[in-house]
């Protein structure tokens, strides 16, 4: 099936940093990423839709100031988390569809730690 | 996107049926049901969908109830490995995903 890399898979930065997380699909063009957070023991929430070549969407209650998002190209998005504080601690997640696909495909995450 | 409900937890023998039901009753007629599961700490990897007919594939296979209100996913031979939290998900073919609590499943020697 078709691959989707994020990269880090694990990060730990300092309170008050910024910190990139790249979501690559290796395999086809993704006109539109997702991307999702997951606190321990919760469910996965949709953070905002990732449009190549155009402003992300926010789901309601995101900061778009605070989790910047771009997707430059079809096979690449990136989600910075600014200024991030230890309640930005999570698990990022991003999802990539294609226009040949009928499904999404998820990376394998990046596990943020902010100290 | 139709909300789905779905039991917090299943055990289930190793090398017998998984049958993990979903309830989505107000899904429309154009929304697919997907199935994803998560394995701890991992992305959540795609399982199988559909959108009126039952379907199958290597992994498992979806009843869909002829209502479209319900369907139940089966693992035919579970295994150790098929450990994990299951998400049904009723969503248009964009892929934008809310996410319900899903079923943890637990696969017991």
């Known amino acids: 099936g078709a691959v989707v890399s994020q990269h880090p898979s694990r990060v730990i930065c300092k309170s008050g940093t910024s910190v990139k997380i790249e979501c690559r699909s290796l395999d086809f063009q993704a006109t539109t990423m997702f991307w999702y957070r997951q606190f321990p023991k919760q469910s996965l929430m949709l953070m905002a839709t990732?449009?190549?070549?155009?402003?992300?969407?926010?789901e309601q209650g995101v900061e778009k100031d605070k989790f910047l998002i771009n997707h430059a190209s079809l096979t690449l998005s990136t989600l910075t988390v600014t200024s991030a504080h230890p309640e930005d601690s999570s698990f990022y997640i991003c999802?990539?569809?294609?226009?040949?696909?009928?499904?999404?495909?998820f990376g394998q995450g990046t596990r943020l730690t902010v100290v | 996107d139709a909300k789905t409900t779905q039991p917090p937890s299943m055990d289930c023998a190793e090398g017998r049926a998984a049958n993990l039901p979903c309830n989505h009753s107000t899904i429309s007629g154009n929304e697919y049901v997907y199935w994803y599961r998560q394995i701890h700490s991992q992305g959540p990897q795609y399982i199988i969908h559909?959108?009126?007919n039952n379907e199958t594939n290597e992994m498992a296979s979806l009843i869909i109830t002829e209502d479209r209100k319900s369907s139940t996913l089966i693992l035919p031979h579970a295994t150790l490995r098929d450990t994990a939290v299951y998400y049904c998900i009723a969503e248009y073919n964009f892929n934008k995903f809310y996410f319900g609590s899903g079923t943890k499943l637990n696969v017991k020697p």
């Open positions: 999802s990539a569809h294609g226009t040949q696909n009928t499904e999404a495909f």
């Open positions: 990732s449009n190549e070549g155009s402003k992300a969407t926010y």
């Open positions: 559909g959108l009126k």
